[in-house]
Nanobody, 125 residues
Framework: QVQLVESGGGTVQTGGSLRLSCAASGRAFSDYAMGWFRQAPGKEREFVAAINHAGWNSAYADSVKGRFTISRDNAKNTVNLQMNSLKPEDTAVYYC??????????????????WGQGTQVTVSS
């Protein structure tokens, strides 16, 4: 079991920045690839970004490439999502995710092993 707790959400104006953090506890953090998903009202949960176990490989949704950066610190059991140049369409609940495998399946919500409780991000126009 892995417990994930997100923090750092809030309200920001268009063009602003936020940094989300996810603290993990339980099984060895480095056993898991980590990711971020988001879910807007009335929409399905969608992939945002992922990072492999050691932190040297990452992937992003096209909608956030060049604006968001995912990173992890295996010594502190944390994964972060730096979000810059935020847009109103980035408004959603953001979820931290853990998956034993780093591959195409980490972009699929149905394949994720563990989820955090989510943190709200609101971007005002």
């Amino acid at each position: 079991q892995v417990q994930l707790v997100e923090s750092g959400g809030g309200t920001v104006q268009t063009g602003g920045s936020l940094r989300l953090s996810c603290a993990a506890s339980g099984r060895a953090f480095s056993d898991y690839a980590m990711g971020w998903f988001r879910q807007a009202p009335g929409k399905e949960r969608e992939f945002v970004a992922a990072i492999n176990h050691a932190g040297w490989n990452s992937a992003y949704a096209d909608s956030v490439k060049g604006r968001f950066t995912i990173s992890r610190d295996n010594a502190k059991n944390t994964v972060n999502l730096q979000m810059n140049s935020l847009k109103p369409e980035d408004t959603a609940v953001y979820y931290c995710a853990a998956d034993r495998d780093y591959g195409p399946s980490i972009t699929l919500a149905i394949s994720i092993d563990f989820w955090g409780q989510g943190t709200q991000v609101t971007v005002s126009s």
